[in-house]
């Protein structure tokens, strides 16, 4: 299993505070040591961080600590691998460009019922994943199916919730499917067994790890009008209220609280 | 126009020597201001760090330039914007996934004639730009022109090379045209107007920056059996005898020197 951790906002914010706590699950207050990722949206650029080595031991995590990256658009993954060796090309987030967009996918979950042939691949030809886990696997299926659907263009919102929606739930019979996927535009998340949130908006508090000896008063680094959710794995704050996503929900947060797709 | 700097080896090697000197390109002895980025092959995983800030004021390249990660195929860029706003998604290399290989491309010159119509586009829903450059609509075009060949997997490299040395020639009609290309297998250099490259291999000698008052003495950080082809716009040391790569020639490097393709 893995953990997730992702970030919508209405203005672009940093993620240090969350990330601080989140990579110190990836060794030293529990063990997903098989590689890290965090990828940020900048407008429709995206920048996206990996490394095969634990989140606490890796320079490149501790860097990405330290240098606030400013993006409303945020997914990041710690990996305790169970398919797929401990490699650079099978840390999580993936990234594959779709309808002239990046398009980003990190899972937390095993998928060991899932095999190519029991769903149906079509034009599988396009999307193919490069290293071999399940997660990637899971995600090119995703974006072919898009694409089979959607040859030519993006569609509206809505129709693109309905076709992740169903594919989504077919995944998730080949075992556990929790995930998170953006594009820069949309914020997905989806949960199969464990999955959470917080939105932080006005009146801020202050808000205290889990993980670190660490406090931030929200009040002094933000603005009235800001908001921002957080969605993880487990709760990083042992003061704030994380609401629970239901088994079988796909959220979509937008502006920094979640969706009502209808 | 832009910079390039690409390094090709027969074993996993740091490139932090030679990014000193370009990334100096960067603001600093050259003005090529607008954005940067680097792309590591380990394997058949990749990693990228990408800024829209001068290679000499951003932190991450300036963690890059500390930082030894070690590879056999990377490909750096410093961008002097012609086409496209100072923006994250115009930043070089561009990447995307063929073949269950990720393909990494970056371009120096101009392509002010180039336009989609007037090349045979075919099947251009495949890959798409993201951000607005002709280098991204150049790479689009190749991987695109690669896939109407070779629908299912990625062909010999004699074959590829054929594909390759005839779309770069179409393309290069509409200006300038120098380009690296890599999947982490094939490392593809086309000159239009400007490459050269040196092969470093035993006996090694000392190499002094021309932008940086840095000497490294090769014969100490390597081993007999090292070779390493650096390939760039331009020089990069004062003391070493760099080939010229001429004007229309597309080499493909492999072990740290370039291969016959026959």
Redesign the interface.
Known sequence: MCQLLGMNCNVPTDICFSFEGFSARGGKTDDHCDGWGIAFF???????????QPSIKS??AE?VKQ?PIHSTHVIAHIRKATQGKV?????HPF???L????WVFAHNGNLPYFQEKNINWENR???????NTDSEKAFCLILNTFRNHF??QQPPLKELYLVLDQITQEIAKFGVFNYLLSNGEHFFSHCSTKLCYIIRQAPFAAAHLIDEEITVDFNEVTTASDRVAIIATAPLTDNEHWTVIQPGELLVFAQGEPLKIS
Chains 1, 2 share one sequence.
């Open positions: 900048e407008d429709k650029g995206c920048r996206i961080f990996l490394d095969s320079p490149i860097f240098y490699a650079l090309e099978n840390c990234i594959r460009e309808w002239g967009r990046y030809g396009i999307f193919q994943p490069v290293g040859p030519d």
